[in-house]
C-alpha cells in the first residue's frame, strides 16, 4: 500500500465552477455528482414553500436544483447562478447546492467524511474563510481543506510544475505553478469565454445576406415544428401560454444555452490563425435550431474561435475592457515569471477545462506556442471528463494520498483557532 | 476420484464377488495409482487414458501469474475479507484527528502510521537576538525583515521560486528572489562560521561551501539566460550557419593537414619525420578488409556455424512441378526460382514480391563514375534498361561486373606503378648517399643487397610485384628474395624487412 502512496479515507471532493459542480469520492478517476450550478428558484414570500421532486428549500424561496432544475420550465420561474466571474459571489444557495450533490445524489452523510474543496487562484481570503465556516459549521465535517484548481489540474496531469492554461465556461486563467504551489504574481485571467459567447450570439442574431437573423427559442417554448428545407423560414407555433409565464432569467439562460449547444457542435477555429481563403475551403457546417430553421454555417462559425487567440485592432479600440486573448495570458505570466522558469513552464504546459474542448482549440494553441517557444510541450488529456474535470480529479489525487491526511484542517484546529487557520494551513 | 464398489469393498474387507451374471456395466477396471498429468484436461485423460503423449503435458498453456497481493494468506481471491475501517493517528499532526482507512485485521493496533515518516521538517536555521547582533547585523535588512524571511523559507521549504512568489514584508523595500537569496544564504554561512561546530574543519568547509552564493554570477547568468531567449529567428539561423560553417572548417583543415602529411611522406620520405610505415600497413589491412568483407557476403555466411541452417527434414513448401504447371508457365513466360534453402530463414533474407526494374543492378557508388566513365567511352548507356527483362538484366549484371574488374585492376595497376616509381627514386637518392657518405656499415650491405635482388629480378619482379599487393599472405616466401620495392609496399612483416625498417627509423 505504501508503494504508491495511496491511503483513502473516503474523503469527499467538492469541485464548485460557474457551469457545474463536481462532487465524488476521492480516489475514483471520475466525479460521482455533477449538477448543474444554475439553478431555479421562486421567491414565495410568507411561508408557503413549494415542494418540487429534486428541490430543496429554503426560508421564502424554493430552489429548484440538479439535473431538472434549471432546465425544466416551470410558470414564473427565475434563474440565477451564485458563481460571477469563477468566485463565488452568492453563498446562501452554495449549502443547498453541495447538500443536493452529497445527499441526495451521492447519498452520503457529510459529517462523516472529511471533504477537500476548489478554489480559482483568484479567490479572496475572505471567501475561503467562508466556504471553511460553511463545511465546519453546516455540514459537520470532520476534515477539511481548500485546495487550488491550478495546483490539483497540475497534479492531475501528473506535474508538480506546470503552466496551466484553463478555459472554463466564464474564465480564462493562465497559472504558473512549481512544485505545487501557484506563483500568484505569474497569475493572468480574463473573462474571455463571456467574450465567445457574446461573439456567437452576435452572429446568429444578425442576419446576413445569406439568412435571416436567428431566433433563439428553446424547445421548451415551441408546440410544435415542421421540416422545411435549407434556409428556409421556419413553421413552427409557439406555446403561448408558456411565453407569457416565462421570466426573462430563464429566457436569457435558455437562450446562452442555444448559443452554447451551438458553438459545441458547429463552431471551430483555424489551426494556423486566420485566412480567408483557408476559411472558405473548410467544409461548411449544417445546423438545425429548435424552431426547425436549418442552415449551413462556413467562414462565420470559424470566426468564433478566433476570438480566443485574436482581437481585431477595430474591436480593441472600440472597447477598453476587452478581455485579454488567450496569447496575451500566456505572455503576461511568462514576462512576470523568472527567467529561469520560462523554460520549464513552457515544456509543461497543461491545458484543462471544458472551454478547451472547443474544436480545433488545441491545435491552435499548439501552433501559437511553438511560434514563440519552439521547446515547447502541451498536455492535453484526449479524455473529455479529465479534460473537463481536472480541478475535481488532481483533488481526488490529492486527498487521496498518504502523506496528504497532515494538511487537513481538523474540526478541532478549527474550533481552536478559527478562520485564521485556513490562510496558515492551505498555502 | 471416485470410490468404486471395489474400494468400498476392499476397505470393507468384503470378498471380490465373481463376474455378477446379467450386468450390462463392464467390469472396472480397478484402478490404476497413476495420477492426472499437469496441463491436461480430466475429460480429455479419461478419454486417451494414461497413453497420453507427453507432448501435451508439455503445451499446457501458461497464464500469467497471479499477483501475490495479500501477504501469502490462505483466501487471496478477496482482497478485503481479513480487512477492517479502522480509525488511526497521524504522528504528522499536531491535533487528535481521527481518519479512518482500511487496513489487514492482522495489523497491529497501535502502529505508527506509514506516511508520517514522510513529514521532513525543513532545515532551516534560527538564531537568537544575541548572535543576530553579534554577526548578523546588515544595513540593508532590519532583524524584523531577515525574521520574516526565515519564516517564508521555512514555510515554503526554501522554494525559492515560491518563497519569492509569497514574500510581501509590511512596508519593505521591494526585493529580488536573488536578494532574498543572498541574505538568506550570508545568515546561513556566518552561523556556521560562528558557531561551535561539533565535527572535523573539513566537514565544517563542506557546509559552508552548501551554502555559497553569489549574486553578481547569478545575476550574470540571468543576464545569458534572457540574451538566450530573446534573440530572433534570424540571429538563431545565422548561430545555426555559422556553426555549420565551424565544422566545415574544422573538417577542411584536418583534410588539409592529411594531404600535407602524404605530401612530405612522398616527398621527404623518411627524412619527413613522419610515421610512414602506418600509412602502408593500413592500406593493405584496408585491401584485405574489403577482401574479408566482399567475401564474407557471399560465402561467409555460408558455412558460418553461428547462423543454423535449415535443417534437411524442414519442409520445404514447393510446387509439384507438374507437365501441366511447366505447359502452364511456358505459355505465360513465367520463370519460378527456387527459394535459396541455404540461407537462413530470417526476414532480412526473405525476398517479397517486386517489380524486376526495381532490381536493376547498380554500381558500387565508390566505383560508380569510373564505371560510367568507362561505359560512356564505349558508348554504352547502364542507367536505363529499355526493356529489362530477365536475361537482358543478367547481361547487365555481368557488363557491369566486367568494367567493375576492369576498372579495379586498372586502379591496382596504377596504384602499384606509383609506389614503384616512388621507392625507386628513393632508392636512387640511398644510393648516392650511400656512396658518398659511409662506405661500410650495415645500411650499406641492406642496400647493396636489395640493390642486388632488384636487378636480379628485373622485368620480372614488377609483374611479381603487381600480384603481390593483392595477394599478400599467401606470396610472403616466394616474395622474401624479392626487390626492394615489393617489401615496402606489401609491408608484410618479413624478418629481413622488419630489422631493416626498425634500423631505418
Same mark, same amino acid.
Given at each position: 500500500?505504501?508503494?504508491?502512496?495511496?491511503?483513502?479515507?473516503?474523503?469527499?471532493?467538492?469541485?464548485?465552477?460557474?457551469?457545474? =459542480?463536481? !462532487?465524488?469520492? &476521492? $480516489?475514483?478517476? #471520475?466525479?460521482?455528482? +455533477?449538477?448543474?450550478?444554475?439553478?431555479?428558484?421562486?421567491? @414565495?414570500?410568507?411561508?408557503?414553500?413549494?415542494?418540487?421532486?429534486?428541490?430543496?428549500?429554503?426560508?421564502?424561496?424554493?430552489?429548484?436544483?440538479?439535473?431538472?432544475?434549471?432546465?425544466?420550465?416551470?410558470?414564473?420561474?427565475?434563474?440565477?447562478?451564485?458563481?460571477?466571474?469563477?468566485?463565488?459571489?452568492?453563498?446562501?444557495?452554495?449549502?443547498?447546492?453541495?447538500?443536493?450533490?452529497?445527499?441526495?445524489?451521492?447519498?452520503?452523510?457529510?459529517?462523516?467524511?472529511?471533504?477537500?474543496?476548489?478554489?480559482?487562484?483568484?479567490?479572496?481570503?475572505?471567501?475561503?474563510?467562508?466556504?471553511?465556516?460553511?463545511?465546519?459549521?453546516?455540514?459537520?465535517?470532520?476534515?477539511?481543506?481548500?485546495?487550488?484548481?491550478?495546483? =490539483?489540474? !497540475?497534479?492531475? &496531469? $501528473?506535474?508538480? #510544475?506546470?503552466?496551466? +492554461?484553463?478555459?472554463?465556461?466564464?474564465?480564462?486563467?493562465? @497559472?504558473?505553478?512549481?512544485?505545487?504551489?501557484?506563483?500568484?504574481?505569474?497569475?493572468?485571467?480574463?473573462?474571455?469565454?463571456?467574450?465567445?459567447?457574446?461573439?456567437?450570439?452576435?452572429?446568429?442574431?444578425?442576419?446576413?445576406?445569406?439568412?435571416?437573423?436567428?431566433?433563439?427559442?428553446?424547445?421548451?417554448?415551441?408546440?410544435?415544428?415542421?421540416?422545411?428545407?435549407?434556409?428556409?423560414?421556419?413553421?413552427?407555433?409557439?406555446?403561448?401560454?408558456?411565453?407569457?409565464?416565462?421570466?426573462?432569467?430563464?429566457?436569457?439562460?435558455?437562450?446562452?444555452?442555444?448559443?452554447?449547444?451551438?458553438?459545441?457542435?458547429?463552431?471551430?477555429?483555424?489551426?494556423?490563425?486566420?485566412?480567408?481563403?483557408?476559411?472558405?475551403?473548410?467544409?461548411?457546417?449544417?445546423?438545425?435550431?429548435?424552431?426547425?430553421?436549418?442552415?449551413?454555417?462556413?467562414?462565420?462559425?470559424?470566426?468564433?474561435?478566433?476570438?480566443?487567440?485574436?482581437?481585431?485592432?477595430?474591436?480593441?479600440?472600440?472597447?477598453?475592457?476587452?478581455?485579454?486573448?488567450?496569447?496575451?495570458?500566456?505572455?503576461?505570466?511568462?514576462?512576470?515569471?523568472?527567467?529561469?522558469?520560462?523554460?520549464?513552464?513552457?515544456?509543461?504546459?497543461?491545458?484543462?477545462?471544458?472551454?478547451?474542448?472547443?474544436?480545433?482549440?488545441?491545435?491552435?494553441?499548439?501552433?501559437?506556442?511553438?511560434?514563440?517557444?519552439?521547446?515547447?510541450?502541451?498536455?492535453?488529456?484526449?479524455?473529455?471528463?479529465?479534460?473537463?474535470?481536472?480541478?475535481?480529479?488532481?483533488?481526488?489525487?490529492?486527498?487521496?494520498?498518504?502523506?496528504?491526511?497532515?494538511?487537513?484542517?481538523?474540526?478541532?484546529?478549527?474550533?481552536?483557532?478559527?478562520?485564521?487557520?485556513?490562510?496558515?494551513?492551505?498555502? | 476420484?471416485?470410490?468404486?464398489?471395489?474400494?468400498?469393498?476392499?476397505?470393507?474387507?468384503?470378498?471380490?464377488?465373481?463376474?455378477?451374471?446379467?450386468?450390462?456395466?463392464?467390469?472396472?477396471?480397478?484402478?490404476?495409482?497413476?495420477?492426472?498429468?499437469?496441463?491436461?484436461?480430466?475429460?480429455?485423460?479419461?478419454?486417451?487414458?494414461?497413453?497420453?503423449?507427453?507432448?501435451?503435458?508439455?503445451?499446457?498453456?501458461?497464464?500469467?501469474?497471479?499477483?501475490?497481493?495479500?501477504?501469502?494468506?490462505?483466501?487471496?481471491?478477496?482482497?478485503?475479507?481479513?480487512?477492517?475501517?479502522?480509525?488511526?493517528?497521524?504522528?504528522?499532526?499536531?491535533?487528535?484527528?481521527?481518519?479512518?482507512?482500511?487496513?489487514?485485521?492482522?495489523?497491529?493496533?497501535?502502529?505508527?502510521?506509514?506516511?508520517?515518516?514522510?513529514?521532513?521538517?525543513?532545515?532551516?536555521?534560527?538564531?537568537?537576538?544575541?548572535?543576530?547582533?553579534?554577526?548578523?547585523?546588515?544595513?540593508?535588512?532590519?532583524?524584523?525583515?531577515?525574521?520574516?524571511?526565515?519564516?517564508?523559507?521555512?514555510?515554503?521549504?526554501?522554494?525559492?521560486?515560491?518563497?519569492?512568489?509569497?514574500?510581501?514584508?509590511?512596508?519593505?523595500?521591494?526585493?529580488?528572489?536573488?536578494?532574498?537569496?543572498?541574505?538568506?544564504?550570508?545568515?546561513?554561512?556566518?552561523?556556521?562560521?560562528?558557531?561551535?561546530?561539533?565535527?572535523?574543519?573539513?566537514?565544517?568547509?563542506?557546509?559552508?561551501?552548501?551554502?555559497?552564493?553569489?549574486?553578481?554570477?547569478?545575476?550574470?547568468?540571468?543576464?545569458?539566460?534572457?540574451?538566450?531567449?530573446?534573440?530572433?529567428?534570424?540571429?538563431?539561423?545565422?548561430?545555426?550557419?555559422?556553426?555549420?560553417?565551424?565544422?566545415?572548417?574544422?573538417?577542411?583543415?584536418?583534410?588539409?593537414?592529411?594531404?600535407?602529411?602524404?605530401?612530405?611522406?612522398?616527398?621527404?620520405?623518411?627524412?619527413?619525420?613522419?610515421?610512414?610505415?602506418?600509412?602502408?600497413?593500413?592500406?593493405?589491412?584496408?585491401?584485405?578488409?574489403?577482401?574479408?568483407?566482399?567475401?564474407?557476403?557471399?560465402?561467409?555466411?555460408?558455412?558460418?556455424?553461428?547462423?543454423?541452417?535449415?535443417?534437411?527434414?524442414?519442409?520445404?513448401?514447393?510446387?509439384?512441378?507438374?507437365?501441366?504447371?511447366?505447359?502452364?508457365?511456358?505459355?505465360?513466360?513465367?520463370?519460378?526460382?527456387?527459394?535459396?534453402?541455404?540461407?537462413?530463414?530470417?526476414?532480412?533474407?526473405?525476398?517479397?514480391?517486386?517489380?524486376?526494374?526495381?532490381?536493376?543492378?547498380?554500381?558500387?557508388?565508390?566505383?560508380?563514375?569510373?564505371?560510367?566513365?568507362?561505359?560512356?567511352?564505349?558508348?554504352?548507356?547502364?542507367?536505363?534498361?529499355?526493356?529489362?527483362?530477365?536475361?537482358?538484366?543478367?547481361?547487365?549484371?555481368?557488363?557491369?561486373?566486367?568494367?567493375?574488374?576492369?576498372?579495379?585492376?586498372?586502379?591496382?595497376?596504377?596504384?602499384?606503378?606509383?609506389?614503384?616509381?616512388?621507392?625507386?627514386?628513393?632508392?636512387?637518392?640511398?644510393?648516392?648517399?650511400?656512396?658518398?657518405?659511409?662506405?661500410?656499415?650495415?645500411?650499406?650491405?641492406?642496400?647493396?643487397?636489395?640493390?642486388?635482388?632488384?636487378?636480379?629480378?628485373?622485368?620480372?619482379?614488377?609483374?611479381?610485384?603487381?600480384?603481390?599487393?593483392?595477394?599478400?599472405?599467401?606470396?610472403?616466401?616466394?616474395?622474401?628474395?624479392?626487390?626492394?620495392?615489393?617489401?615496402?609496399?606489401?609491408?608484410?612483416?618479413?624478418?629481413?624487412?622488419?630489422?631493416?625498417?626498425?634500423?631505418?627509423?
Amino acid at each position: 500500500m505504501v508503494n504508491y502512496g495511496g491511503d483513502e479515507v473516503s474523503a469527499l471532493v467538492v469541485d464548485i465552477g460557474s457551469s457545474s =459542480l463536481r !462532487a465524488g469520492y &476521492a $480516489g475514483d478517476d #471520475t466525479p460521482k455528482a +455533477i449538477i448543474p450550478t444554475t439553478y431555479g428558484y421562486h421567491d @414565495t414570500g410568507g411561508d408557503e414553500e413549494m415542494e418540487v421532486e429534486g428541490s430543496a428549500t429554503q426560508k421564502r424561496r424554493s430552489l429548484y436544483i440538479g439535473q431538472n432544475g434549471p432546465s425544466m420550465w416551470r410558470q414564473g420561474m427565475e434563474v440565477a447562478n451564485p458563481i460571477v466571474d469563477g468566485l463565488i459571489n452568492d453563498f446562501s444557495v452554495i449549502p443547498p447546492l453541495i447538500e443536493h450533490a452529497l445527499m441526495d445524489v451521492m447519498r452520503c452523510t457529510p459529517s462523516e467524511h472529511p471533504i477537500l474543496v476548489t478554489e480559482p487562484t483568484w479567490n479572496t481570503p475572505a471567501n475561503r474563510e467562508r466556504m471553511a465556516e460553511i463545511m465546519f459549521e453546516q455540514f459537520q465535517v470532520p476534515a477539511f481543506y481548500i485546495a487550488n484548481t491550478g495546483v =490539483l489540474n !497540475a497534479f492531475a &496531469a $501528473g506535474r508538480g #510544475t506546470a503552466l496551466v +492554461i484553463d478555459v472554463g465556461k466564464t474564465m480564462a486563467s493562465v @497559472t504558473p505553478v512549481v512544485d505545487g504551489f501557484v506563483l500568484r504574481k505569474g497569475l493572468s485571467y480574463s473573462t474571455l469565454p463571456q467574450l465567445v459567447h457574446a461573439h456567437a450570439r452576435h452572429i446568429l442574431v444578425t442576419p446576413t445576406s445569406m439568412r435571416r437573423g436567428v431566433e433563439l427559442l428553446p424547445h421548451q417554448l415551441i408546440a410544435n415544428k415542421v421540416l422545411v428545407d435549407l434556409n428556409a423560414p421556419p413553421r413552427f407555433s409557439i406555446k403561448e401560454d408558456r411565453v407569457l409565464a416565462t421570466t426573462n432569467s430563464w429566457r436569457t439562460w435558455a437562450e446562452n444555452r442555444e448559443v452554447d449547444e451551438w458553438i459545441q457542435s458547429v463552431a471551430g477555429i483555424l489551426e494556423q490563425g486566420w485566412n480567408d481563403q483557408l476559411a472558405a475551403s473548410r467544409p461548411p457546417k449544417p445546423y438545425e435550431f429548435p424552431t426547425g430553421y436549418n442552415t449551413y454555417f462556413g467562414g462565420e462559425r470559424l470566426s468564433v474561435g478566433e476570438q480566443y487567440f485574436y482581437h481585431p485592432p477595430p474591436l480593441v479600440a472600440s472597447n477598453p475592457n476587452l478581455p485579454k486573448h488567450i496569447p496575451s495570458l500566456i505572455t503576461d505570466t511568462l514576462r512576470s515569471c523568472d527567467a529561469e522558469l520560462r523554460q520549464v513552464l513552457s515544456s509543461n504546459v497543461v491545458v484543462t477545462g471544458g472551454g478547451t474542448l472547443f474544436t480545433g482549440f488545441v491545435d491552435r494553441l499548439v501552433s501559437e506556442l511553438t511560434r514563440s517557444f519552439p521547446h515547447t510541450k502541451i498536455h492535453a488529456p484526449g479524455n473529455p471528463i479529465e479534460r473537463r474535470y481536472g480541478g475535481w480529479l488532481g483533488g481526488s489525487i490529492l486527498a487521496s494520498l498518504g502523506t496528504f491526511h497532515q494538511l487537513w484542517i481538523s474540526k478541532e484546529e478549527w474550533q481552536e483557532h478559527g478562520k485564521a487557520i485556513v490562510g496558515q494551513r492551505c498555502k | 476420484m471416485a470410490a468404486s464398489a471395489a474400494d468400498v469393498r476392499s476397505i470393507l474387507s468384503i470378498p471380490e464377488p465373481s463376474a455378477v451374471p446379467g450386468s450390462s456395466q463392464p467390469r472396472k477396471q480397478p484402478s490404476v495409482p497413476t495420477r492426472k498429468p499437469e496441463g491436461i484436461s480430466r475429460e480429455l485423460y479419461s478419454l486417451i487414458g494414461p497413453s497420453a503423449p507427453s507432448l501435451v503435458a508439455l503445451t499446457k498453456p501458461r497464464l500469467k501469474q497471479k499477483p501475490n497481493l495479500g501477504g501469502g494468506s490462505k483466501v487471496k481471491w478477496h482482497l478485503w475479507i481479513d480487512r477492517e475501517c479502522r480509525a488511526f493517528k497521524n504522528s504528522a499532526r499536531q491535533d487528535a484527528l481521527e481518519l479512518r482507512h482500511w487496513v489487514k485485521a492482522s495489523a497491529p493496533e497501535d502502529a505508527e502510521y506509514p506516511f508520517a515518516k514522510y513529514n521532513i521538517p525543513p532545515n532551516v536555521f534560527t538564531y537568537s537576538q544575541d548572535e543576530y547582533t553579534r554577526f548578523l547585523e546588515d544595513k540593508e535588512w532590519s532583524k524584523e525583515e531577515t525574521d520574516y524571511l526565515f519564516k517564508v523559507a521555512r514555510d515554503y521549504d526554501v522554494r525559492w521560486f515560491v518563497v519569492y512568489d509569497r514574500y510581501d514584508y509590511p512596508g519593505g523595500v521591494p526585493r529580488t528572489v536573488d536578494d532574498l537569496k543572498e541574505r538568506y544564504y550570508s545568515v546561513c554561512r556566518k552561523l556556521v562560521r560562528n558557531r561551535p561546530w561539533a565535527g572535523d574543519e573539513a566537514s565544517k568547509a563542506q557546509m559552508i561551501t552548501s551554502y555559497l552564493f553569489d549574486k553578481e554570477r547569478e545575476l550574470t547568468r540571468k543576464k545569458y539566460i534572457v540574451s538566450l531567449e530573446n534573440r530572433t529567428p534570424e540571429q538563431i539561423a545565422e548561430e545555426e550557419a555559422l556553426f555549420i560553417e565551424v565544422k566545415r572548417l574544422e573538417q577542411n583543415e584536418r583534410r588539409f593537414r592529411k594531404e600535407r602529411d602524404e605530401l612530405l611522406r612522398t616527398i621527404a620520405g623518411i627524412e619527413s619525420g613522419l610515421p610512414d610505415i602506418v600509412e602502408d600497413e593500413g592500406l593493405m589491412n584496408l585491401v584485405i578488409d574489403t577482401k574479408k568483407k566482399k567475401r564474407g557476403s557471399t560465402a561467409m555466411d555460408m558455412d558460418s556455424p553461428s547462423t543454423p541452417a535449415i535443417p534437411a527434414s524442414f519442409p520445404i513448401v514447393k510446387r509439384p512441378q507438374t507437365a501441366k504447371n511447366a505447359a502452364f508457365d511456358a505459355a505465360n513466360c513465367i520463370i519460378r526460382t527456387d527459394p535459396p534453402t541455404t540461407i537462413p530463414v530470417t526476414k532480412a533474407a526473405h525476398q517479397p514480391a517486386h517489380l524486376r526494374s526495381y532490381k536493376l543492378p547498380v554500381p558500387k557508388a565508390a566505383v560508380a563514375p569510373k564505371i560510367t566513365a568507362a561505359l560512356a567511352e564505349l558508348g554504352i548507356s547502364h542507367s536505363r534498361l529499355v526493356m529489362p527483362t530477365r536475361d537482358n538484366i543478367m547481361q547487365l549484371e555481368s557488363l557491369l561486373e566486367a568494367t567493375t574488374a576492369l576498372v579495379e585492376t586498372k586502379r591496382v595497376v596504377d596504384k602499384v606503378d606509383y609506389d614503384i616509381r616512388v621507392l625507386k627514386s628513393r632508392l636512387g637518392m640511398r644510393e648516392s648517399q650511400g656512396a658518398e657518405g659511409r662506405p661500410g656499415g650495415t645500411e650499406a650491405m641492406d642496400v647493396d643487397e636489395g640493390h642486388d635482388g632488384a636487378e636480379v629480378v628485373g622485368e620480372d619482379g614488377r609483374a611479381q610485384s603487381v600480384l603481390s599487393t593483392r595477394s599478400a599472405r599467401s606470396r610472403k616466401h616466394t616474395r622474401r628474395s624479392m626487390s626492394i620495392s615489393s617489401v615496402d609496399t606489401s609491408g608484410t612483416a618479413t624478418t629481413r624487412a622488419g630489422t631493416k625498417r626498425q634500423k631505418r627509423s
